[in-house]
T-cell receptor, first 113, second 117 residues
Framework: AQSVSQHNHHVILSEAASLELGCNYS??????LFWYVQYPGQHLQLLLKYFSGDPLVKGIKGFEAEFIKSKFSFNLRKPSVQWSDTAEYFCAVILYNTDKLIFGTGTRLQVFP | GAVVSQHPSWVICKSGTSVKIECRSLDFQATTMFWYRQFPKQSLMLMATSNEGSKATYEQGVEKDKFLINHASLTLSTLTVTSAHPEDSSFYIC?????????????FGPGTRLTVT
């Protein structure tokens, strides 16, 4: 079955540190890729998405992600995190010709000042 | 921006009783609403997709007689957990999509935590 893996379950960083959260998916066909963020006490929000074209996509709040097809990966990055980035981050995919979001298990990021 | 609310935010019920969770799109009409379930430290699992005025489409393994979904209007969908049992305890999240939108354009509610004792 198709799945999305986020190997970092809990990440703790100091402010200004660089961030990279891993995301791998298991599906050989065309996919659309997403990162969602859930700030404490808030709902899920779309951070960025990849459909086609430039594999390096930029999202809101300085986040970016790179699609590496050969590695089935879509890692999320930010050069310098802030305390306000403390949240849960979910990677998700939509398989070609389907209408379902398949989520990873999420990564909890804690940023300390 | 598009806002989706859920009510209640948390509920505790006794085993065998039924619980209704509401999902509302506050500032847009949602032709499609989705219901997800999230266990601790696990991903959101799609339970069902509901389109206004028609029967919900349930994912494999989800009992439609246990999780009743009604999408009676363009701004309201309800999930009723019937004869709840402790294993139904979970975090239930709904999302809504505006008409003619891409599937990823889902606006999520804040979730409802259900505890069955």
């Amino acid at each position: 079955a198709q799945s999305v893996s986020q190997h970092n379950h809990h990440v703790i960083l100091s402010e200004a540190a660089s961030l990279e959260l891993g995301c791998n998916y298991s599906y050989g066909g065309t996919v659309n890729l997403f990162w969602y963020v859930q700030y404490p006490g808030q709902h899920l929000q779309l951070l960025l998405k990849y459909f086609s074209g430039d594999p390096l996509v930029k999202g809101i709040k300085g986040f970016e992600a790179e699609f590496i097809k050969s590695k089935f990966s879509f890692n999320l990055r930010k050069p310098s995190v802030q305390w306000s980035d403390t949240a849960e981050y979910f990677c998700a995919v939509i398989l070609y010709n389907t209408d379902k979001l398949i989520f990873g298990t999420g990564t909890r990021l804690q940023v300390f000042p | 921006g598009a806002v989706v609310s859920q009510h209640p935010s948390w509920v505790i019920c006794k085993s065998g009783t039924s619980v209704k969770i509401e999902c509302r799109s506050l500032d847009f009409q949602a032709t499609t609403m989705f219901w997800y379930r999230q266990f601790p430290k696990q991903s959101l699992m799609l339970m069902a997709t509901s389109n206004e005025g028609s029967k919900a489409t349930y994912e494999q393994g989800v009992e439609k007689d246990k999780f009743l979904i009604n999408h009676a209007s363009l701004t309201l969908s309800t999930l009723t957990v019937t004869s709840a049992h402790p294993e139904d305890s979970s975090f239930y999240i709904c999302s809504a999509s505006p008409p003619a939108s891409n599937i990823y354009e889902q606006y999520f509610g804040p979730g409802t935590r259900l505890t069955v004792t």
